[in-house]
């Protein structure tokens, strides 16, 4: 850094007490509404994005329970098919767009800038954004559902069921529109975390010493921004089918039912692998610590992350199996979908010989990191099953399917991703989750999760089709409900214990101290919870493990200015320091513009006109946003 | 997964009670019976694999021995690679097993039997085209003969549908716009209960049929009693109940032959009674069932597209009498 | 903290009285008293215009604001044969219904009387071929069909070839398709 100019108020000349006023001044926000309503800083909007998924965690997790309830027993008479209906889109809907793709990438703009070294995430104000969008597609949802307006065309929505006449009154329109939202959310965020993965590493973090994390959300985000386009496709030709009377999705005008499939799929397959990845990002950053040596097959693993990326672009069609499509094609989808097995393969093989050559310490994460490996892998032989097209016509829309995917969901990954809540807590909050209730946590978890979801493999080969309300006396059914029943009393029991758990700690944990772990990583480097700058000086990265390699001293850079929010932008190959570039201070700007989108969007369920008023406050919005700032942007 | 067996195995001794029923674990024909073979192929396989990673992780977790780096490294490279090389062949031949078995489509040499089945919101309609013309239709029970193929034509009327009789073969979805066709054969008579595995809104999951599968001769006999029209009242309040029927709203949806009630709404009702179960598997059939049925359809099946049409005590009592007699 | 917990639950709260306004709520089976009541209509003596029966307004007159109903009666428009004679609702054999013109008036109970008991010049009395509900339902649903401005609850368009606009794309008639 020695190339760069010298002006008075860089970092270089100041001691350490009195860099931390200046920074603090610069970059913390400020207290109160304004200050709340306004801020960027990336710790604070994670922080709400995390909360904000779990809670729709739990609200989808007391629909589960009601349907269970029902379930339990055959003619149930606790919810009619109508609430029924709606209780399983609004659960699978909310469990997918509000919890799980949002929990990870939250998971991402909290983690990413702290393990590659920066100040603040790229695009701060898309990022405030982002979580408003995100914040109201929630509410919007859950408030339909209260009002009795909860689409109930299941959370895949097939056309024409969910076309203009048999999809009745707005139900549908506020499902379609709720996937704008939180596309338009999780767009915003994959596009900061690419560049901020890219451009705003710390020096010296080449792309051979990037964290795995990191790797697993690049590769995340580019699949988000390949594959949502699809859904928004789907989702507003939808919308235009039902408001203004187009035909995508009308076969006797020239549209074709099996399009929304395509498109829906085409999105629906590598939403999956959205959320898994993260997932496996997760157990490669917290394995390390827990069998302390670094992850075995540094290159394979990041390889199999980018062929899974790719690869789960293949596999669209065999959801479609039972559509009567040309046999031949049906097996070439058989094979990608069963290809894809080999790179999960070489992960899970590249994390046993980790194990196998470490000395493991049995604390809360690793504990999950187990209960993944068993039912993870289940999921995925009895994904190999769905794969094969024969196969899939009998297990097809079966319990048997909603047993799969819960077993890759939660087991591939809520299980890693709670692991990653006991490991990341610290750096959240500075204190730590309380080790005995995180072991009864994880152990009720992974029993009752099993006991709930594994007969369901077995109510699938016996006939029972997925989203039935009810099931007659004379089917086989009775006993094997009735146990799956009392065994989501007892999940739900261990997601109490973890809430409460999680709860608590937050204020009476124990403190952690910068790295409770012994963890390798750059985002433990700096204090927990990280102040706002999160770092005072930008670290300098000599390894893939800098932490474990540098010993005691993590070498710094310098010459950030600290008058103003400065961040370093760096080469995209070896991370060589770029430029200096300034980051946004607090602004409204992102609220003003999400309640104008909102509007809008809100206001097109009703009439289309809505899109061209609507449009005016945005364009102003949006304008006031980008208002051409005094100062200058870059400087080399 | 080795427990997984062990519930199948267990399932299917329970299950040896209600066979036929509807489970994909009974097979009762050719085509159920490749995917029973190729179900429990992959399960052995992918049990064994599944048990092989937990062996080697519990293995893992146990063993204290730390190698040297270097030896570390060479070792595991090995493992992984030859771990990813098994993964590719065991990869490759369940999709050449799948691939195989999805090619051995079971048909006989017979001409197979072609029945015209349509889906719609929440009950089947079954039509049996005749040679000239005078097409058989009835709803819901499907009567097929034992060891002939059967093809069935598959279409929608509204939303999806889906075709599923695990017993007898995978499913077929019923789309609006295209035409499916699923063949298969029954090895031995019984009956067999199929459900929509689609969802296709408020009453999917009352959107039953039967399949019964007997007896080249026993299904002449039955094709050729529900061709005939219905016959005439046997009594008193049966004819009663045939005015009831032809007065009020009922024959505007439904179709009873030989009477004036000609509505193509609802199902074919010229000979429910014959039917084992009433409403798409809702309820069996009975007169007090039809009786029910009729008194408050929206009760039993909320949400199905049959009114609740007033009627007296006594009409109620004519109307489940004609209906019972419809055989 | 605490403020934001509060914040929270006055929130949940909101939300959960929300659970009182049951928008779009689908009673598929209406008791038979009220379903008798629905009956009820007094109509003028030359048979145009009428109040339609007190168990109407006291229901929230749903036949015509609720797009559940509005597309029940849609329905029963195809299944009746309506288009046999009315055609997609710009008239044949019979007269259009999306024109503006009302040979009976343009009330909900002028319509219900019409499809009830059938009108001089080859409309069909459906007394006996519908319940007194699936009438008031088609009756709804024949007066959204000739909205002169989009109504908020009207059936969308039909998985079929389009002869005009849809329901909810009004004025149809003003608006030909091709």
């Known amino acids: 850094m020695n190339t760069m100019p010298q002006p008075d108020q860089r970092d270089a000349s100041l001691e350490d007490a009195r860099l931390d006023i200046m920074l603090r001044q610069v970059w913390d926000t400020p207290r109160g509404l304004w200050g709340a309503l306004a801020t960027v800083d990336h710790k604070v909007i994670a922080r709400r994005y995390i909360i904000t998924a779990f809670v729709f965690l739990a609200f989808g997790g007391v629909l589960a329970l009601l349907m269970r309830w029902q379930l339990a027993r055959p003619e149930g008479q606790l919810l009619g098919p109508d609430v029924y209906n709606q209780a399983f889109t609004v659960h699978g809907t909310s469990m997918m767009f509000l919890f799980a793709v949002p929990v990870m990438e939250a998971m991402a703009v909290y983690l990413v800038p702290l393990m590659v070294g920066t100040r603040n995430i790229a695009f701060p104000r898309l990022n405030a954004f982002s979580y408003w969008m995100y914040l109201v597609g929630g509410i919007l949802l859950w408030g339909a559902f209260i009002v009795d307006l909860g689409p109930d065309i299941g959370w895949f929505a097939y056309v024409p069921l969910a076309g203009p006449q048999y999809g009745i009154g707005k139900r549908v329109d506020i499902w379609a529109q709720m996937i704008t939202f939180t596309e338009i959310s999780a767009l915003a965020v994959a596009v900061e975390i690419v560049v901020t993965v890219l451009k705003q590493r710390a020096p010296g973090m080449s792309l051979d010493r990037i964290p795995l994390f990191v790797w697993a959300m690049l590769v995340t985000s580019f699949i988000v921004i390949l594959a949502m386009p699809a859904v928004m496709v789907a989702s507003t030709s939808l919308i235009l089918d039902r408001l203004v009377g187009t035909h995508f999705f009308n076969p006797a005008e020239g549209g074709d039912v099996l399009l929304w499939q395509h498109l829906f799929w085409f999105f629906g397959h590598p939403e999956v692998y959205i959320i898994f990845l993260p997932a496996v990002g997760m157990i490669s950053a917290m394995l390390p610590a827990f069998v302390r040596r670094p992850v075995f097959g540094y290159i394979p693993m990041v390889l199999a992350l980018v062929g899974t990326g790719i690869l789960s672009f293949g596999l669209w069609v065999h959801h479609m199996f039972t559509t009567g499509l040309p046999r031949l094609g049906e097996s070439f989808f058989t094979a990608s979908s069963m290809a894809i097995a080999v790179p999960s393969g070489i992960q899970i093989f590249c994390w046993l010989a980790t194990i196998w050559y470490g000395r493991p310490v049995y604390r809360v994460p690793f504990l999950f990191i187990l209960a993944f490996f068993f039912t993870f892998i289940i999921g995925g032989m009895t994904g190999v099953m769905v794969a094969s097209v024969p196969l899939d016509t009998q297990l097809h829309d079966s319990y048997f399917v909603v047993a799969h995917f819960h077993y890759v969901l939660v087991g591939g990954a809520v299980f890693p991703l709670l692991g990653a809540v006991y490991y990341w807590f610290p750096k959240f909050t500075g204190r730590m989750m309380s080790e005995r209730i995180g072991r009864w946590v994880a152990g009720l978890l992974f029993v009752a999760f099993n006991f709930t979801f594994f007969p369901m493999h077995l109510l699938g080969l016996l006939g029972m089709p997925r989203r039935v309300y009810t099931y007659q006396t004379e089917m086989a059914w009775g006993g094997l409900n009735l146990f799956v029943s009392v065994s989501a009393v007892m999940l739900a029991a261990g997601f109490l214990l973890f809430f409460l758990d999680a709860i608590r700690s937050a204020r009476h944990g124990e403190p952690a101290g910068d790295n409770p772990w012994g963890a390798a990583t750059l985002e433990w480097a700096t204090s927990s919870p990280p102040p706002s700058y999160n770092f005072a000086r930008i670290p300098l990265v000599q390894s893939a493990d800098p932490l474990w390699d540098a010993g005691d001293e993590l070498p710094v850079t310098s010459g950030l200015r600290v008058d103003r929010r400065e961040l370093l932008v760096t080469t995209v190959g070896g991370a060589l320091p770029e430029a200096r570039e300034s980051s946004p201070r607090c602004s409204l700007w992102p609220l003003w513009s999400a309640i104008a989108t909102t509007a809008l969007l809100m206001g097109s369920i009703v009439t289309p006109w809505a899109v061209v008023w609507g449009s005016v406050p945005v364009a102003i919005a949006l304008i006031g946003w980008f208002w051409p700032g005094g100062s200058k942007e870059d400087e080399s | ?327 | 903290m605490d403020k934001r917990w509060a914040a929270l639950s006055t929130l949940l709260l909101a939300l959960s009285l929300l659970g009182g306004c049951r928008v779009e709520n689908r009673e598929t089976r209406l008791d038979p008293p009220l379903a008798e009541a629905l009956d009820h209509i007094a109509l003028m003596p030359n048979g145009i215009g009428g109040t339609p029966p007190e168990i109407y307004t006291i229901m929230g007159k749903p036949y015509r604001t609720s797009s559940f109903h509005l597309s029940q009666g849609k329905r029963l428009y195809e299944w009746f044969g309506c288009q046999a004679c009315h055609g997609d609702g710009q008239g044949g054999n019979a007269p259009s219904l999306i024109d503006g013109w009302w040979n009976y008036g343009p009330d909900l109970t002028s319509i219900y009387a019409s499809i009830r008991d059938g009108r001089p010049g080859g409309m069909p009395a459906f007394r006996n071929r519908l319940t007194n509900e699936q009438i008031w339902q088609l009756a709804g649903y024949v007066q959204v069909m000739g909205a002169y401005s989009p109504p908020s609850a009207a059936p969308g368009r039909s998985d079929r070839p389009q002869t005009r606009p849809a329901e909810n794309r009004a004025p149809a008639a003003s608006a030909p398709l091709r």
Not at chain 2, 78 to 98: D, F, H, K, P, Y
Request: glycine share 10%; aromatic share 8%; hydrophobic share 45%.
């Open chain 2, 1 to 327: 997964m080795r427990r997984r067996i062990l519930l199948v195995s267990a399932a299917l001794t329970a299950c040896s009670g209600c066979s036929g029923w509807q489970s994909a674990l009974d097979p009762q024909g050719p085509a159920a019976a490749s995917l029973d073979r190729l179900l429990l192929g992959f399960v052995l396989v992918l049990g064994g694999i599944w048990l092989c990673v937990m062996l080697v992780l519990a293995a893992g977790l146990w063993r204290r021995a730390a190698a040297t780096p270097g030896t570390a490294r060479r070792r595991s490279a090995w493992a992984v690679g030859g771990a990813c090389a098994a993964t590719v062949l065991v990869v490759s031949g369940l999709t050449l097993a799948s691939y195989l078995a999805s090619r051995a489509a079971p048909l006989g040499q017979d001409e197979p039997l072609v029945i015209r089945v349509r889906g719609l919101q929440w009950w089947w309609e079954v039509v049996y085209p005749g040679a000239d013309g005078q097409d058989l239709v009835t709803a819901n029970e499907i009567h097929i003969p034992v060891g002939r193929p059967v093809r069935i034509e598959l279409s929608a009327a509204d939303v999806i549908h889906s075709f599923w009789v695990p017993n007898l073969a995978g499913k077929q979805d019923m789309i609006p716009g295209r035409d499916n066709v699923l063949t298969f054969t029954a090895w031995e008579a019984g009956t067999y209960r199929g459900q929509c595995a689609e969802f296709c809104g408020m009453q999917h999951a009352r959107m039953a049929f039967l399949i019964v599968a007997e007896s080249q001769e026993s299904f002449d006999r039955w094709r050729a009693a529900q061709e005939a029209e219905a016959a005439a009242p046997a009594g008193e309040e049966e004819a009663r109940g045939r005015q009831v029927f032809e007065q009020k709203p009922c024959g505007a949806c439904h179709t009873i032959r030989g009477t004036e009630a000609r509505g193509t709404t609802g199902p074919d009702l010229t000979h429910i009674a014959s039917r084992q179960y009433l409403a798409a598997g809702v309820l069996p059939m009975t007169r007090g069932a039809l009786a029910a049925w009729t008194a408050d359809p929206q009760t039993i099946k909320p949400g199905n597209n049959m009114p609740l049409v007033p009627l007296t005590a006594a009409e109620l009592q004519a109307v489940s009498a004609w209906l019972a007699s419809l055989r």
